[in-house]
């Protein structure tokens, strides 16, 4: 299906990060004013909260004409349909016991509001204008005649991010909260696989393995693996290495139940030559029935969209001829299930402010 999109209306984001926020604003599906960004003093809901008023006045008071809506991603569980933020939200804990946050900013702008999870957005995003349309313009340009219409995104970054597009329309749940931050850790089964893909869990293995106590970030980290920097050059790339095998494990289970293209964004995006092939081996995995007959832990057959090789092997696939009973006419089938991962080219900032413009104009009324 090809969504339509009328493109003329401007539209203010926001990316909603647990440390900054970055206002801006989107028209024809593009930035139409520099970015502006701000301390989202989390931990004080009135400082966050005139933080946002502020951003958005300082936005709506670069453009030339009126905005149509506000849209913004917002990290973590919530009533987003309704625009209430509250929850579980390490990222935000002022904001626990519920904020009326879109019905208070609507107020004070006159216009609507949409609210949705931040890896919602990117998801939709990517769907919309980023990987998916990519993947397949590329495989027409290969020849293929396969098409995919179904996207899983990921964001690796201060969480384990999730959102789900199918066939155009951004899955949100009943309760808004399409989420595998949740799902069991792979290795340590009482806990949530977010502490094993988020940027603490690369600093924690990293610190477990080199006994190295220096408080460093990701990006240390990758020096280390690159060895540009100083520390334990095995255990920085087995901490990103671990992180792949926990993150691959919980997306096997996804693209099981959703199949789609995979792509992943976010902060810890740029080491992926040090968690890709963890994580493909993993999902490539085999698993067992009590009969104790093999079966591939992901029916479909996983490729890295990144790598030239397996990317001309997954726009080939099976293709053959087969006959239709009874009459001479032959048709085309392709009996390999395949599908993708690949790392976003656009960047998760720019998926999530994407998404967020596209899904505005998909539904003002």
């Known amino acids: ?104 900013l609507e107020e004070r702008f006159g216009i609507p509001v949409f609210i949705n999870n931040d890896a919602d957005l990117f998801a939709y995003g990517e769907a919309m204008g980023g990987a998916l349309p990519r993947i397949n313009q590329r495989l027409r340009e ?63 293995v990293y610190r477990e393995l080199s006994g190295d106590n220096r408080d460093l970030e990701p990006k240390d980290i990758f020096n280390i693996a690159e060895a540009s920097a100083e520390g334990d050059v095995v255990a920085a790339k087995e901490a990103f290495a671990t992180l792949g095998r926990v993150a691959g494990d919980a997306m096997a289970t996804a693209v099981t139940l959703m199949d789609g293209i995979i792509v992943i964004g976010g902060g810890l995006a740029g080491a992926s030559k040090y968690f890709m092939p963890a994580l493909l081996e993993e999902m490539r995995a085999k698993i067992k029935t009590l009969a104790g007959d093999t079966l591939n832990r992901v029916q479909m057959k996983v490729y ?21 009973y009874g009459s001479d006419r032959e048709v085309v089938y392709d009996p390999e299930k395949r599908v993708g991962i690949t790392i976003s080219d656009i960047g998760a900032s720019n998926a999530v402010s994407l998404g967020a413009y596209l899904y505005a104009v998909d539904n003002i009324k």
């Open 1 to 104: 299906m090809t969504q339509k999109h009328n493109t003329e209306p401007i539209v203010v984001t926001l990316d909603a990060g647990g440390t900054n926020f970055v206002f801006g604003a989107m028209q024809q599906g593009k930035s139409c004013t520099e970015s502006i960004t701000m301390p989202s003093m989390a931990h004080d809901l009135d400082l966050c909260l005139s933080t946002l008023v502020k951003g958005f006045e300082t936005i709506i008071s670069q453009l030339d004409e009126r905005p149509v809506a506000i849209s913004f991603a917002f990290p973590g569980p919530a009533d987003y349909r309704n625009g209430i933020i509250g929850g579980y939200l390490p990222n935000f804990p002022s904001f626990r016991d519920g904020v009326a946050l879109g019905p208070m």
């Open 142 to 204: 290969a020849g293929s005649s396969k098409s995919y219409r179904n996207l899983l995104g990921y964001t690796f970054g201060t969480g384990f991010g999730f959102g789900f597009v199918m066939d155009g329309k951004l899955n949100l749940g009943d309760n808004s909260c399409v989420e595998t931050f949740c799902l069991k850790h792979r290795d340590y089964p009482d806990i949530l696989v977010e502490d094993g893909v988020a940027i603490r869990a690369v600093k924690r």
């Open 304 to 324: 890295n969209l990144d790598d030239s090789a397996e990317f001309e092997a997954f726009a080939k696939g099976g293709s053959t001829k087969i006959k239709v």
